[in-house]
Nanobody, 115 residues
Framework: QVQLVESGGGLVQPGGSLRLSCAASGSIFRRYAMGWYRQAPGKQRDMIATFGSGGSTTYADSVKGRFTISRDNAKNTVYLQMNSLTPEDTAVYYC?????????WGQGTQVTVSS
């Protein structure tokens, strides 16, 4: 069992930046593939960035060049640095941990981009 707790969301103006954090419980954090997903009202939950246990990263086209995912295995934490935010980035952002068939989700953190 892995518990994930996101933080760092909030209200930001267009063009601004936020950094989300996801703290994970458990001693085998480094074995998990970690990811960030987001869900806007009335839309499905979409993957936006992943960081594999081997170090590979992937990004959705909509965030490439603006968002950066990173992880600190010593702190059991994964981050999402979000720059050049637009109103279209408004959503609830969820942290995800995967290991084989196991998958865990955080409770989500709201990000609102508005002037």
């Amino acid at each position: 069992q892995v518990q994930l707790v996101e933080s760092g969301g909030g209200l930001v103006q267009p063009g601004g930046s936020l950094r989300l954090s996801c703290a994970a419980s458990g001693s085998i954090f480094r074995r998990y593939a970690m990811g960030w997903y987001r869900q806007a009202p009335g839309k499905q939950r979409d993957m936006i960035a992943t960081f594999g246990s081997g170090g590979s990263t992937t990004y959705a086209d909509s965030v490439k060049g603006r968002f950066t995912i990173s992880r600190d295995n010593a702190k059991n934490t994964v981050y999402l640095q979000m720059n050049s935010l637009t109103p279209e980035d408004t959503a609830v952002y969820y942290c995800n941990a995967k290991l084989g068939l196991l998958a865990f989700w955080g409770q989500g953190t709201q990000v609102t981009v508005s002037s």
